[in-house]
T-cell receptor
Framework: KNEVEQSPQNLTAQEGEFITINCSYS?????LHWLQQHPGGGIVSLFM???GKKKHGRLIATINIQEKHSSLHITASHPRDSAVYIC????????FGKGTKLSVIP | GAGVSQSPSNKVTEKGKDVELRCDPI?????LYWYRQSLGQGLEFLIY????????KSGLPSDRFSAERTGGSVSTLTIQRTQQEDSAVYLC???????????FGPGTRLTVL
């Protein structure tokens, strides 16, 4: 079993929809990252969380340390949000989920 | 420069040859990471440098892989006697002193024929 599990693996949404991507992990962590990888391959760090909730524009990330679970939400989704979203947890090293491929259709 | 840079952007080599991949982190960033992403796979941690401390090499897949960081800045990832399974995008990231946010470079796409 992978230490970091993301769901769904693939997600297609209509423009404007509210999107949730989930990340569950099985180890104790000091921090959790959400990353965005664009179709061209570039990776952007979206959030680093150790507790609670963070918001940046239309993106919201939450983490529940007790439940070992984090969610990334996108409000009013737009086609430019189409990308692979990757969850990564820091325990003894940084371990990555396999990513969620999001496609937002106009 | 403003961001993390990597060179070359693409490298095609023959099986058995050695390759060197370079990463220039953001100036002043103390931590530097190497990852690789094989086709259709997730990101895989390779090695981590933090300041002057001994690097965390726990992610290196074999002794053909090594990395160094000179003067606390530029890093070179060396793969000796390349194999076809080494084909991947190799990514470098750096972080500053007061943040854990990782800034990624554009990657080097390595193809071993």
């Amino acid at each position: 079993k992978n230490e970091v599990e993301q769901s769904p693996q693939n997600l297609t949404a209509q423009e404007g929809e509210f999107i949730t991507i989930n990340c569950s992990y099985s180890v104790g962590i000091s921090a959790l990252h959400w990353l965005q990888q664009h179709p061209g391959g570039g990776i952007v760090s979206l959030f680093m969380l150790s507790s609670g909730k963070k918001k940046h524009g239309r993106l919201i990330a939450t983490i529940n340390i007790q439940e070992k679970h984090s969610s990334l939400h996108i409000t009013a989704s737009h086609p430019r949000d189409s990308a692979v979203y990757i969850c990564a947890v820091r325990s003894y090293q940084l371990t990555f989920g396999k990513g969620t491929k999001l496609s937002v259709i106009p | 420069g403003a961001g993390v840079s990597q060179s070359p952007s693409n490298k095609v080599t023959e099986k058995g040859k050695d390759v060197e991949l370079r990463c220039d982190p953001i100036s002043g960033h103390t931590a530097l990471y190497w990852y690789r992403q094989s086709l259709g796979q997730g990101l895989e941690f390779l090695i981590y440098f933090q300041g002057n401390s001994a690097p965390d090499k726990s992610g290196l897949p074999s002794d053909r892989f090594s990395a160094e960081r000179t003067g606390g800045s530029v890093s070179t990832l060396t793969i000796q006697r390349t194999q076809q399974e080494d084909s991947a995008v190799y990514l470098c990231a750096s972080t500053g002193v007061r943040t854990d946010t990782q800034y990624f470079g554009p990657g080097t796409r390595l193809t071993v024929l």
